[in-house]
């Protein structure tokens, strides 16, 4: 998720004078979008695992948005990311590996330590938090989620990482694509969308990876072709399929986000915000990775039922991972400071 973009001016104060008052940096907003979506799914796991009726109407706005949407949403960005990355083959597959894997085992050993610590662990929402099998534990670490094996309920989100591998491995081959080969593509797999048993994330033998290509595979067209019939198509498509698979407000999440990914290169922002909106795509993954052991955390050692806390300690840890372990790993790839963060492609690749 990271490769160097260079922008056509500075974000930030250079030798050669002062930055512009304003920037067009798509990455940017997509950055901020992905913190949006990553806060929709802590949102709606923290109504999850709260109290039936016990817990404040706020929660509720992430299932009504629906984390199933966002991840949706995700693949769209991570679509038109790879659309970029790609176009420096040589290291593909490295920037990839260290973009994905410290975070991801993070979240898994914070899972792990939970469960070490605490046992079984009964969560308020009713769900039953347990040990792995060594098996089980290993085709995840593997990435193996959606393939051969079911996600470790230990930090149940990280089964769409599984599914974005599949797309990464596939990048280069899909990159030698004609145009036209995209739309029967992604019509095929948002019809099959129709048909997979939820929860997707239980489905096995590449199920869900098919049922969810058609939105990493409209935005890596996007950010080819960039194709204003298609935008309007794949708009409405997008509203169609989370309709007639979701409640209402996965239909906004998704369109909504895809309005977002295709006016993101003309956007502007001035310089603050756009290295703010920069900085909270950065938090996205970690915060995306870790939400879900950490509430399990609060509640298993704390006795914290507070849906507050349950929001506020995943911000906060994960801008420790993000610290101390995503920009550490991170260094031998490139990673540019925060004051160099202008000319980065730090938030969606």
């Not at 993070?106 to 308020?124: E, I, N, R």
Request: glycine share 6%.
């Amino acid at each position: 998720m990271n490769v160097l973009h260079t922008a056509n001016e500075p974000l930030l104060p250079t030798p050669d004078g002062p930055a512009p008052a304003f920037v067009s940096n798509e990455w940017a907003v997509l950055g901020a979008l992905r913190f949006v979506l990553a806060v929709i799914v802590l949102l709606g796991h923290t109504d999850d695992f709260s109290v039936p009726g016990g817990r404040p109407e706020w929660v509720a706005i992430g299932n009504w948005l629906c984390p199933s949407a966002a991840v949706v949403a995700f693949l769209m960005v991570s679509g038109y990311s790879m659309a970029h990355s790609i176009q420096k083959p040589r290291g593909f597959y490295r920037r990839r590996f260290w973009r994905i894997m410290p975070v991801y085992l993070a979240g898994l050993l914070l899972g792990l330590l939970v469960v070490v610590c605490c046992g079984t662990v009964d969560m308020p929402g009713g769900q039953r938090i347990e040990m792995p099998n060594n098996l089980w534990l290993l085709q995840n670490v593997f990435l193996l989620q959606c393939l051969v094996a079911y996600p470790v309920v230990i930090d149940g989100p990280l089964w769409s990482l599984g599914v974005e591998v599949c797309y990464y491995a596939l990048t280069p081959l899909i990159a030698r694509m004609r145009p036209w080969m995209f739309w029967p593509l992604t019509l095929a797999s948002g019809l099959w969308l129709k048909f997979v048993p939820e929860p997707m994330s239980w489905q096995l033998y590449g199920q869900t990876m098919a049922a969810l290509a058609w939105a990493w595979l409209a935005g890596f067209y996007w950010y080819r072709y960039r194709n204003r019939a298609s935008q309007f198509i794949l708009l409405i498509f997008a509203w169609l399929l989370m309709t007639i698979k979701y409640p209402a407000g996965a239909a906004i999440t998704v369109s909504v986000s895809w309005v977002v990914v295709t006016m993101a290169a003309r956007s502007q922002l001035p310089q603050r915000w756009s290295a703010i909106c920069l900085y909270l795509g950065e938090l996205s993954y970690p915060l995306y990775a870790v939400h879900w052991p950490t509430i399990i955390g609060l509640y298993a050692l704390f006795h914290v039922e507070s849906p507050i806390l349950w929001v506020v300690a995943p911000l906060c840890v994960s801008v420790i991972v993000y610290h101390a372990v995503d920009r550490r790993f991170r260094k031998g790839i490139c990673l540019p400071k925060m004051a160099d963060i202008n000319a980065a492609h730090v938030a969606s690749n």
